[in-house]
């Protein structure tokens, strides 16, 4: 017999079976002795109340055994199959690879950095000499922006495709099956590299091909079809579909479409600052407490401001996490956020940002670089403000808002360092005076967070993409390239691993309806 029902336990109870087991008999009104397992369907804190819960949907297995769960997937073998290009091995990229084997095309995937294990060495680069290499570093590589991230796996698409298939995908090359019942999933950037790893031997075992240091500077194309891509050591790749899915940092794409009379846009985007405070003070502030103690996890925030008529919101939360440093070009800083699986560092980060559209910046709306131009433009200041070595510019909360500089930084997780300097220096004033009114306000929802204890580095830049790839609706083609698949982040269809990896699995759909 199988029941499903609603349990409700205090933290201490949500792993111990034994507990969950008297729970759950108390609810169903079974024996605790006849419960065989029960199986979570969805898992979520809730810190509502005075006393903080996890609240779970369960199927209760009485008298009986749940069956054994199976997520491995079989893939044909497509060596010998007709070619997919994708350009960019990001979540989008990887996702659409797997899609394509799935229906039984050959993906050549062409990535301009390195693998997750070379990579690493690059990063180390950043981190301990301030020295960025423009195709290895937290963007570029194998696995994209998300396989140094924090991993978190939820979306608000979900209507664009199926979430639950991309979560299962994940669960199949290694990670946790808790990502399928969470209410707020993370992987964590120590377990991230193994999966993707497990996804590139995926690839390769079915026949299909990845070729890492290799970048796409042309695409081939004639009488307004796509042939193939020619790569930066002037070989051609040849294929009737090429997915383009070379994320939000790739300006040199951009320049390339361009350069290529194929049309781009410019963007609406966000930017800001990343703050970060002692995750202690965020845990008191969400569970109404001293300390979390051992039961629950680091905790996070979202929070959300109109000041102005325009939205200041906080975005990309890493509790327990790291601040680092994700230029991917000499002579600009660049900050984003990650964190381990235990989430076991001692400061909460999240980019705090202030939307930019077009009308927010001088110069001609048609320009499709207008937006891209004035993001550079500020990471360039900062990175002239940090005084060189991807040193940051910084400067406590309290101070920020009163326009004092800071007498010095408090202790934080930023490798190359946070400089105090003033902000107003590094941002335009009209997202300087937002963020200044936003902070306070956000203190009075999140009692705690208006602290000098947190400290603001410049700057959160790169929270989508500043461009557009245009494409049409129903065949997901560039509408003046046939057979061309602007994919993912880079091309303004994702704003996410899971949403790039939905995009990446579409993209692959549309091309093989079409070459089928
Ligand atoms: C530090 C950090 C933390 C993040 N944390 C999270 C998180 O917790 N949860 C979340 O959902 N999202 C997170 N993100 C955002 C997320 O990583 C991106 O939304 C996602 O990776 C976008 O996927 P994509 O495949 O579209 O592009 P990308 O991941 O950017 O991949 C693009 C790939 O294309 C390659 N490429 C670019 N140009 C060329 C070329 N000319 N030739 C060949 N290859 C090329 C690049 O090297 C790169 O590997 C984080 C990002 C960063 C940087």
Redesign the pocket.
């Known amino acids: 017999m199988i029941k499903e029902t609603e349990l409700v336990c205090p933290p201490e109870a949500h792993e111990d079976e034994a507990a969950l087991k008297a729970i759950a008999s108390s609810v169903i009104k079974v024996a605790a002795s006849r419960i065989h397992t029960i199986k979570i369907l969805k898992r979520s804190i809730d810190a509502r109340g005075r006393k903080v819960v996890y609240r779970m949907q369960v199927k209760i297995y009485i008298d009986e055994p749940a069956p054994a769960e199976d997520f491995t997937v079989s893939y044909p073998p497509v060596k010998d199959k007709k070619p997919v290009i994708i350009?960019?091995?990001?979540?989008?990229?990887i996702f659409a690879a797997l899609q394509c084997i799935l229906s039984g095309f050959k993906p050549v995937i062409?990535?301009?950095?390195k693998d997750v294990k070379q990579r690493r060495r690059d990063l180390a680069n950043i981190n301990k000499q301030g020295l960025v290499n423009p195709d290895s570093n937290?963007?570029?590589?194998?696995g994209?922006?998300?396989t140094?991230?924090?991993?978190?796996?939820y979306?608000r698409s979900t209507k664009r495709g199926d979430v639950n298939q991309v979560l299962n995908l994940f669960v199949a090359h290694g990670a946790s099956p808790d990502i399928l019942v969470d209410a707020r999933p993370?992987i964590g950037t120590n377990k991230l590299p193994h999966i993707i790893t497990a996804m590139r031997e995926t690839i390769l075992n079915a026949g299909g091909e990845i070729r890492f240091d290799?970048?796409?500077?042309a695409l081939k194309v004639q009488f307004g079809k796509i042939q193939g891509v020619q790569t930066a050591t002037h070989e051609t790749i040849l294929a009737d579909a090429v997915i383009l899915?070379?994320?939000?940092?790739?300006r040199?794409?951009f320049e390339m479409l361009h350069r290529q009379n194929i049309l781009i846009e410019a963007k609406p985007f966000a930017l800001g600052v990343r703050i970060e405070h002692p995750q202690e003070i965020i845990d008191k502030a969400q569970y109404h407490c001293d300390s979390r103690g051992p039961y629950l996890p680091p905790s996070y925030y979202s929070l959300v401001e109109q000041v102005d008529n325009r939205g200041i919101f906080s975005f990309?939360m890493c509790p327990g996490g790291i601040i680092?440093p994700?230029s991917t070009e000499p002579g600009e800083i660049v900050v984003?956020?990650?964190s381990p699986s235990k989430r076991n560092n001692p400061f909460a980060n999240s980019g705090t940002v202030v939307q930019v559209n077009l009308e927010d910046v001088a110069g001609n709306d048609k320009d499709p670089f207008k937006l891209l131009k004035f993001q550079q433009a500020v990471e360039q200041t900062a990175f002239t403000a940090g005084g060189g070595s991807l040193v940051a510019p910084g400067q406590r909360m309290v101070d920020f808002v009163e326009g004092k500089i800071s007498a010095d930084i408090p202790k934080n997780s930023y490798l190359p360092g946070v400089a105090s300097i003033s902000l107003k220096e590094v941002l335009p004033l009209w997202i300087h005076q937002r963020l200044q009114k936003a902070l306070p306000a956000f203190g009075r929802k999140m009692k705690g967070y208006y602290t000098n204890e947190a400290v603001l580095v410049g700057v959160e830049s790169?929270t989508s993409s500043p461009v557009k790839v245009p494409r049409d609706k129903e065949t997901l083609q560039h509408p003046q390239v046939s057979g061309l698949y602007p994919?993912?982040?880079?091309a303004g269809y994702?704003?996410?691993?899971?949403s790039?990896a939905i995009d990446?699995m579409n993209c692959a759909l549309a091309a093989i309806k079409t070459l089928s």
């Open positions: 350009v960019g091995a990001g979540p989008a990229g062409i990535e301009r950095g937290y963007c570029f590589g194998e994209g922006a998300g140094y991230s924090d991993g978190k796996l979306t993370h290799t970048k796409v500077t899915a070379t994320g939000h940092s790739a040199d794409v990309c680092a994700c984003n956020g990650w790169r994919c993912g982040e880079g994702a704003g996410g691993i899971i790039a990446g």
